[in-house]
């Protein structure tokens, strides 16, 4: 089974600053649409980021606008998530995801193939 592999999580201080990577498993994905989703204790999946396959594309959730980067390496089949100015609410599993066509897309189900998550813990 496919697999994406994500990295980079940990715990920080509020105002503090994380860099996400994940490696997708082959050079297919350089040509997938990829996104970083997010889920806190007793919340349902929220979008993040995501990036067209090209890396000329972005969207961002409006929370996120401003504070967080998402980018992509194709040579090294690696899509990154800079995190900045960390907030308490920030806290949570961030998850990497990959899908086909349109890079847009805000919804979970419309990804294909997922990461097992890495924990972002923000102190206040």
């Known amino acids: 089974q496919v697999q994406l592999v994500e990295s980079g999580g940990g715990l920080v201080q509020a105002g503090g600053s994380l860099r996400l990577s994940c490696l997708a498993p082959t050079r297919a994905f350089t040509m997938y649409a990829m996104g970083w989703f997010r889920q806190a204790p007793g919340k349902e999946r929220e979008f993040v980021a995501s990036i067209s396959w090209t890396g000329t594309t972005t969207y961002y959730a409006d929370s996120m606008k401003g504070r967080f980067t998402i980018s992509r390496d194709r040579a090294k089949n690696t899509v990154y998530l800079q995190m900045n100015s960390l907030k308490s609410e920030d806290t949570a599993v961030y998850y990497c995801?990959?899908?086909?066509?349109?890079?847009?897309?805000?919804?979970?189900?419309?990804?294909?193939?997922w990461g097992q998550g890495t924990q972002v813990t923000v102190s206040s």
């Open positions: 995801a990959s899908k086909t066509g349109e890079p847009g897309v805000r919804v979970p189900n419309e990804y294909d193939y």
